[in-house]
T-cell receptor
């Protein structure tokens, strides 16, 4: 009965590899987000999807490509991983595209690039 | 430039004591302010939301205040418990044509010791 779930929880990989992180929410929300939390614990929004349509794309390298097959899923694919991609990635969801609405966060995926 | 600054960066208190966390922001036009609690290894969870017209709001032992004139908010924790050990993140939402921008503070790391 987890509200927002992410897999995997931990991901360790070599530079240059391609990896994906999956996110699913069972709250019936229509908006989903990806955030990056760096070592200083700052959360930065990367993408936002509303009803499977991209509505926010912050200045994120195009090596990062989100995919939303349906309203309940928002996956993040990362090509050619770099050392600086090491961080914790959080998925979140909310009802409505207003980012001021309460967002429900997943448990995070800790990505380590060696 | 929209900014949210939190203080202190970290805080250690004894169980049962009270504490107050500060959040100063320069975000405009202001829409709302949320305090999130982030336990270690987990995603943030919303504690309270403050809108422009609200001065104070309580959620159990947590009381948030907002002074929209000075652009300051505080989160007061009463009779702290070990489970209050976490990072507390202040998030301010600004209205814009694209549907609210969020600015995250860097958080205050609170440790409650027995």
């Amino acid at each position: 009965d987890t509200a927002v779930s992410q897999t995997p929880k931990y991901l360790v990989t070599q530079m240059g590899n391609d990896k994906s992180i999956k996110c699913e929410q069972n709250l019936g929300h229509d908006t989903m987000y990806w955030y990056k939390q760096d070592s200083k614990k700052f959360l930065k929004i990367m993408f936002s999807y509303n009803n499977k349509e991209l509505i926010i794309n912050e200045t994120v390298p195009n090596r990062f490509s989100p995919k939303s097959p349906d309203k309940a899923h928002l996956n993040l694919h990362i090509n050619s991983l770099e050392l600086g991609d090491s961080a914790v990635y959080f998925c979140a969801s909310s009802q409505g595209a207003n980012r001021g609405n309460e967002q429900f966060f997943g448990p995070g995926t800790r990505l380590t690039v060696l | 430039k929209n900014q949210v600054e939190q203080s202190p960066q970290s805080l250690i208190i004894l169980e049962g004591k009270n504490c107050t966390l500060q959040c100063n922001y320069t975000v405009s036009p202001f829409s709302n302010l949320r305090w999130y609690k982030q336990d270690t290894g987990r995603g943030p969870v919303s504690l309270t939301i403050m809108t422009f017209s609200e001065n104070t709001k309580s959620n159990g032992r947590y009381t948030a205040t907002l002074d929209a004139d000075t652009k300051q908010s505080s989160l007061h924790i009463t009779a702290s418990q070990l489970s209050d050990s976490a990072s507390y993140i202040c998030v301010v939402s600004a209205r814009n044509n694209a549907g609210n921008m969020l600015t995250f503070g860097g958080g205050t790391r609170l440790m409650v010791k027995p």
